[in-house]
């Protein structure tokens, strides 16, 4: 069974630095990835995801992420961070096959300084 | 276009009691999906649909918990004799995939505080 971990449970960064979110997961094969942004009150918001190909990917709101096989890895950046940016952020590994669910890490709530 | 939608958005019932969490999903999305997220936790999974059936209800915790997707479209999460613990957020998703990579879109979430 696939599990994911984002290590850090609360990120504090100062508005227009830099973001980087972790996330490892475990996985027989090349999983399904995403990153999603939770505010409060709100759902999930998809972020960005990789299925295949090139391993750099961009989402919206000027995140991206970056599959790396051989560390397990699908870390989240952003160049510089907004205020806006303050959420709870979510890695999900999908599995290939018939289990079509997703499995969620606990989370990583960032706060954002101005 | 119109989104996930779940109602209610906000449940309070007592414990003992019964609930129905509805969703309803994207049009034209055949696979309806749902969540629950604990406090402080990421979302789990509990049951999944794609048309009519339940193809994988391997999440739900125990026989209290029940889904149905009677026509493919709107789906209704059933708990019976709710217990304290199943104080949660309950999330919806669908998705328009049958096969192959899936990005699942969620709705807002039913808050169910079982008193």
């Known amino acids: 069974a696939q599990s994911v971990t984002q290590p850090d449970i609360h990120i504090t960064v100062s508005e227009g630095a830099s973001l980087e979110l972790r996330c490892n997961y475990s996985?027989?094969?090349?999983?399904?990835l995403f990153w999603y942004v939770q505010s409060p009150g709100q759902g999930l918001q998809l972020l960005l995801k990789?299925?295949?190909?090139?391993?750099l990917v961009q989402g919206i709101k000027g995140f991206e992420a970056e599959f790396k096989r051989s560390q397990s890895s699908f870390n989240l950046r952003k160049p510089s961070v907004h205020w806006s940016d303050a959420a709870e952020y979510f890695c999900?590994?999908?599995?290939?096959?018939?289990?079509?669910?997703?499995?969620f890490g606990s989370g990583t709530q960032l706060t954002v300084l101005p | 276009g119109a989104g996930v939608s779940q109602t209610p958005s906000n449940k309070v019932t007592e414990k003992g009691k019964y609930v129905e969490l509805r969703c309803d999903p994207i049009?034209?999305?055949?696979?309806l999906y749902w969540y629950r997220q604990s406090l402080g936790q990421g979302p789990e999974f509990l049951i999944y649909?794609?048309?009519?059936?339940?193809?994988?209800d391997s999440g739900l915790p125990n026989d209290r918990f029940f889904a149905v997707r009677p026509e493919g479209s709107v789906s209704t999460l059933k708990i019976q004799r709710t217990e304290r613990g199943d104080s949660a957020v309950y999330l919806c998703?669908?998705?328009?995939?049958?096969?192959?990579?899936?990005?699942?879109?969620f709705g807002p979430g039913t808050r169910l505080t079982v008193l």
């Open positions: 996985y027989g094969a090349t999983p399904y």
């Open positions: 049009s034209g999305h055949t696979a």
């Open positions: 999900a590994v999908g599995a290939k096959g018939s289990a079509r669910q997703l499995t």
């Open positions: 649909f794609q048309g009519t059936g339940a193809a994988d």
């Open positions: 990789y299925f295949s190909g090139d391993t």
């Open positions: 998703a669908s998705s328009p995939v049958r096969t192959g990579p899936d990005t699942q879109y």
